[in-house]
């Protein structure tokens, strides 16, 4: 294994580091603008609506305008509130949202007034556990949002959030791990530098990178589901529901306090985006046929295009989500990640460091058979799947209540009445409003 090459980190003149930040936190603040523009519109576009369109060129400065209102906006705080802690809950989340794009790269080696430089503010050999451990402290921002509010609904909230965070960063961390084993590294710039390397399988170069999504496909679907429930967007926003929650830890907060939690929503949507670039869509390299055919746009400031065109595809999916999918139920939202997405990744784990062992050091013969035995490895799991899922609904007939008086939790769950059924306690109703039909000309004198 080649040692790390960090030899440009840590080098930068003080006021070259000072520009890096700043481009960074101004980049963020500018692109959840367009982004909140972008998923008004294109949510829109899906429900047959125009979207924003009246202030500013194509309504961009609606998202402006909401803002500025959110930041002159009395400020309100319940009079039984823990006062510090629920004006430190926002901080703490809009700090972890800015900081895990400290370790990102966003490109290549790039020359910036006289010094050579890596378009990334920094970098570590443990730079995806740092994103991890950011990603874990920010919960406390939803948390004391919670606890400090001394409302019943945010309470609700902040414990659904760190159910949550509990169970979907698990399945994060873990689809994080077949990225480690073939990468041999947990640098964030060495890892997008192995995907760019070529990728030949069998010894035959096929003229494509290497990229995570594909080798480590398994880990792409739980990484792509985990960071849609660990940044509380829907269809897994539980703990902001408006329908069961008003809007669960938010719910007591307005004004600029309001606008920092918007504010990380949106930082946090591109975050995950980004990891899920370093991590799996080869980071800043030209997609292919662009990297083998023009190599010179697959380096140096070229890579900024590159890894924003894929962020943003990956933040059109979250909008997409949004457009499409009802929420899941909250008993269905934690099967998901206790009984599937985990499970699931603790066995292609072992499944992933046998090929990685195989692929180093085996022959191409013991290659292809390896390849074979994890084709119908993974077809056998997938019917088991499919055949788990038809039997559990065929153990589980619907259950309809009889007419008459309506009983919530007659089908297991609690339901809406029918047409013909009512409530026990409008009985009385309902035999008055019957007898009143009857009677000549509906009851009415």
Same mark, same amino acid.
């Given at each position: ?22 481009i ?9 603008i ?15 609506r ?42 703490i ?20 007034f006289g ?21 874990s402290?920010?919960i ?34 873990l ?16 890892i ?19 990229w ?24 897994f926003d ?48 030209a997609p ?8 010179? !746009? /697959?380096? +140096? &400031?070229?890579? @900024?295009?590159?890894?924003? $065109?894929?962020?943003q595809? *990956?933040i =059109?999916?979250?909008? %997409?989500l ?11 939202? !934690? /099967?998901? +990640? &206790?009984?599937? @997405?985990?499970?699931?990744? $603790?066995?292609?784990?072992? *499944?992933? =460091?046998?090929?990685? %062992? ?29 055949? *788990? ?11 309809m209540p ?44």
């Amino acid at each position: 294994m080649n040692p790390l090459d960090l030899s440009l980190f840590g080098t930068d003149p003080w006021w070259l580091a000072l520009i890096k930040v700043i481009i960074v936190v101004v980049l963020l603040l500018t692109w959840t603008i367009f982004n909140v523009w972008f998923e008004r519109r294109l949510v829109g576009k899906m429900q047959h609506r125009l979207g924003p369109i009246m202030n500013g060129p194509f309504g961009l400065g609606q998202a402006l305008a909401d803002g500025l209102k959110l930041l002159f906006k009395e400020d309100f705080r319940p009079s039984k509130a823990d006062k510090v802690i629920f004006t430190l809950a926002p901080i703490i989340a809009g700090v972890c949202a800015f900081g895990a794009w400290a370790v990102i790269p966003l490109g290549g080696t790039v020359e910036i007034f006289g010094v050579t430089t890596k378009l990334q503010v920094t970098d570590m050999p443990v730079a995806v556990l740092l994103i991890l451990a950011i990603s874990s402290v920010a919960i406390y921002g939803f948390v004391l949002a919670g606890w400090s509010s001394n409302s019943p609904y945010s309470l609700l909230g902040a414990m659904r959030s760190s159910a949550q965070m509990i169970s979907y960063e698990v399945a994060m961390g873990l689809s994080m791990v077949g990225v480690f084993l073939f990468s041999g590294t947990m640098s964030t710039s060495e890892i997008v530098d192995k995907q760019g390397a070529p990728f030949a399988p069998f010894g035959i170069d096929i003229g494509v990178q290497q990229w995570y999504w594909f080798l480590l496909f398994p880990s792409f679907v739980v990484y792509a589901i985990s960071m849609v429930a660990e940044t509380n967007r829907a269809p897994f926003d539980l703990i902001e529901c408006e329908q069961e929650l008003v809007s669960g830890h938010l719910t007591e907060y307005s004004g600029f306090r309001y606008a920092i939690y918007f504010l990380a929503e949106y930082i946090n949507m591109a975050t995950v985006s980004a990891v899920c670039t370093t991590l799996f869509l080869g980071g800043w390299h030209a997609p292919w046929p662009i990297n083998a055919l023009i190599p010179a !746009m /697959d380096a +140096g &400031w070229w890579g @900024l295009l590159w890894f924003f $065109l894929k962020v943003q595809v *990956l933040i =059109g999916g979250f909008v %997409w989500l949004r457009g499409t999918l009802p929420r899941f139920r909250y008993d269905q939202f !934690m /099967d998901l +990640g &206790w009984k599937w @997405l985990i499970p699931i990744s $603790l066995v292609w784990i072992m *499944l992933a =460091g046998s090929m990685r %062992w195989v692929f180093a050091h085996g022959g191409i013969a013991t290659q292809a058979g390896f390849v074979i035995v994890a084709i119908i490895f993974g077809v056998l799991l997938v019917a088991l799947v499919i055949s *788990l899922l038809l039997e559990r609904a065929a153990d589980k007939p619907l259950v309809m209540p009889p007419a008459g008086p309506f009983n919530a939790f007659a089908g297991g769950y609690p339901v809406p009445p029918n047409d013909d059924e009512y409530l026990p306690e409008m009985a009385e109703v309902v035999t008055s409003e019957a007898t009143a039909a009857e009677a000549p000309n509906g009851g009415q004198a």
